[in-house]
């Protein structure tokens, strides 16, 4: 009985362990606005998508299609993601989308909201993030991006 009982307790101590590790530790990257263009992979098999990789002059488009048919666009170049674009039924996880940024879009979000009062696009634009989203249910779309990782010579308007 004493050796059951901690086994039992030493069961508990390892996922309490487990537990606060997976608070500390970041769980895997995804490809967000300023990660790592390596993570492709990860959001490929995370909304178990179908995904086309192009290369446009100085940077490439990694566009993953998942099997509700949401489409999410990632631009990078030097190995880093510069904007991110979607379509969809519903809209993307913000926070997932924006990674380090989602703060600051979260703080403009409210100040724009506590303006307008009212519903409807949304279009941000503050030093180092520009964001445009809008739609209604089943038909969801928008991009963001950091002006300053634009390669030289895009246009924003070829985020899409």
């Keep these: ?3 059951r009982k901690w086994f039992l307790l ?11 590790l997976a608070m500390v530790i970041p769980s895997t990257a995804f490809g967000v606005l300023g990660g790592s263009e390596a993570s492709v992979q990860a959001d ?17 488009v990694h566009e993953l299609q998942g099997p509700s048919g949401t489409v999410i666009r990632e631009y990078a170049a ?12 519903w ?16 703080q403009a ?3 724009q909201t506590e303006k307008s ?10 030093p180092g993030l520009v964001v445009n989203a809008g739609g209604h249910p ?8 950091v002006p300053e990782m634009v390669p030289q010579g895009m246009k924003a308007e070829a985020i899409r």
């Design 1 to 3: 009985m004493v050796k």
């Design 10 to 20: 030493g069961k508990r101590s390892v996922f309490r362990t487990c537990a606060a």
């Design 44 to 60: 490929q098999s995370r909304m178990q998508a179908q995904v086309q990789t192009s290369r446009v002059g100085a940077y490439t």
């Design 78 to 89: 030097n190995g880093t993601v510069f904007a991110v674009a979607w379509e969809g039924h």
């Design 91 to 106: 809209p993307p996880d913000m926070q997932q989308l924006l990674g380090s940024y989602f703060e600051t879009y979260r």
């Design 109 to 111: 979000l409210q100040a």
């Design 117 to 126: 009062r009212g519903r409807g696009p949304v279009y941000i634009e503050v």
């Design 138 to 145: 089943r038909s969801f779309k928008g991009r963001a991006f």
